[in-house]
């Protein structure tokens, strides 16, 4: 395959490894970057001698410093389609590279698209729970760009007539960042199709060119420029995440590059109707990352303005190193006219009926807003309901345990303590385990009514996760049935008592502490199964008789 590159004198050669088969462009040693660690150095050394960090502290307190913020965000989310999105090639992560590619995702003249009815589909799913009006007719378009790992020149993509518009978006903002509702506007959600992968070498002398990616379909959503600090921008990508994972149209995972965020961010005087200069920060790989990045690039444009060089900020993208924790320059922001849009010419409009589009609404899960304020309703702290509705197996799962007549503060109490933590120890999902929300309404009512005690509970708990099985059958297995007979622990405390005198002679002479001591003592005896209500009733009166 010939590659025309139109951005330098670079010679495409391909050869075979172990991997697969790669396309690589040769690149001079002075190539347009060289290594992330000079680039930062060279664009960014002013800053750190102003101390960047210490602007980076203030950053959440812009307002009070004279300015504010405008952080808009434009997010790729990769479809979960067997095929791509104008071709019947499949799409699996981690292929070896060039091993699903065909003449037609590569751009061989003389090849047609065919688009992916699944593709619309999914886009209105999308367009619907962003609650976008949907456009009953649209169509697509070229925007043409020429690099190495776009074979066509040019991406199938939607420009004047996107497929959804004018919708918006609701979150809740953590407890531990304040907390809060917010409403964040969409500007639209488009169809296009992902371009290929570049793996740069170390040296950065020659890059290789993975073409599996190209033709994969994406759904673009641009936000309305609402967000003004880093955690509303990382957490409107959080939302974003949630909710495609919710309509199953995509996996959204960020480290397979599934959902990507490219950022825009401007500063402006606190009053100034007009925005600032727009910067674009690319290369996040986690919504941390997100905030991070984007309170780094307000400091450095604050540090600019404070220091009478608002005219250094220049529409451009830059990536986020998160070695250094810095923003650097990658390539000057390329504007519409560039791109030279037109209508495709090889695919027909995108034309949806009422019904078509009322089938797909009928069909929308509960989302995680409708759920959250579901979760609220029933008297649960933001906290929980924040954690619950994050995960949709996990809210699955606190909903069957309910069916089966769980009190939902202690079931979600369980899930959010002791089933959690196993869960992060062992780097599981709770669909993963074998407990059930049968058993976990079992285990809770087995608590609440007597029949073991908490302690218990958590031991027949790990039992369920890791090996499955019933509560009844795990407490008749171990003999687990709590002891709540008062004849039988006054006999434990009674020995307890006898067989420590000198403990007993300390507590009564003030050291009242010790009678944790017994309780322990007492509960060792009966191996955990004493009801500890009744054991230290008796234990009290034991211990303060005369």
Partial sequence: MALTLLRGMRT???????????FTVLRPRLARFTTRVESAQATEAKAAAKSIQLVTKEAAEQKTQGFEAIIGIETHVQLSTVTKAFCSCPYNYGSQPNTTICPTCMGHPGTLPVLNEKVVECAVKLGLALNCEISMTSKFDRKQYFYPDLPKGYQISQFDIPIAKKGYVDLDLPVEFGGGHRKFGITRVHMEEDAGKLLHSESGSYSQVD??????????????PDMRTGIEAAEYGAELQRIVRYLGVSNGNMQEGSLRCDVNVSVRPVGQSEFGTKVEIKNMNSFSEINRAIDYEISRQILLHKEGQADQIVQETRLWDESSQKT?????????ADYRYFPEPDLPEVVLSTDYIDEISKSLPELPEAKRRRYENMGLSMQDVLFLANDDNVAHFFDSTLEHGA???LACNWIM????????????????????????????????NGTISGKIGKEILVELISKGGTVK??????????IADPAAIEAMVDKVIADNPKQLEQYRAGKTKLQGFFAGQVMKASKGKANPVLLNKILGEKLNAN
Wanted: proline content about 4%; glycine content about 6%; overall charge negative.
């Fill in 417 to 448: 303590g002791d089933i959690a933590a196993y869960l992060k120890n062992e780097k599981l999902s709770i669909d993963e385990t074998k407990l059930t929300p049968l058993e976990l309404s079992e285990l809770i009512a087995s608590i609440k």
């Fill in 328 to 336: 650097f320059t990658m390539r000057k922001k390329e504007g519409l």
């Fill in 211 to 224: 073409l599996n990616r190209a033709g994969v379909p994406l759904l673009e959503i641009v936000s309305e």
């Fill in 473 to 482: 059958g795990v407490i008749e297995e171990k003999d687990l049935v709590q």
């Fill in 12 to 22: 495409p050669i391909s050869f075979r490894s172990s991997t697969g088969l790669f």
């Fill in 407 to 409: 009190d939902a503060k």
